[in-house]
């Protein structure tokens, strides 16, 4: 990991998180994987936002960890979940960045989902 670069957000590569205002409610294949009010939204350049979700409002009995892992310069390794219910298609569905760089620190302790392998990120 010592090899990996660290880049601090910038004017040319800038990251936002924000309260998201609604609440957010994640299903798969007919169960609630999340329901949350205190979701934060995180915009990263001209990317589109992502909505990361506690942990704690997560059914964490339906989620399966995962080996998969990814890095970003910006955020840090992330760790992947799987959600079982949703099959092949479900797999490493959910990222998070359990040990954030301190420019994002406000995702720690979250969760984002992919929104093709789940059947609807709903927000309300």
Known sequence: MADRQVIVPGPDHPIT??????????????????????????????????VYIPRQDVDTTLIERTE??????????????????????????????????DAVAEIKDHVAFYPDRVDSIDVS
């Open 17 to 50: 998180i924000e309260p998201n205002p609604s609440r957010v409610v994640v299903t798969v294949a007919g169960k609630v994987v999340a329901d949350s009010s205190n979701a934060v939204l995180l915009r990263e350049a001209s990317y589109p936002g992502v």
């Open 68 to 101: 998969h892992t990814s890095w970003c310069p910006y955020k840090g390794e992330a760790s992947y979940y799987s959600i079982p219910a949703g099959g092949d298609r479900s797999a490493n569905a959910i990222w998070t960045y359990e040990t954030p760089h």
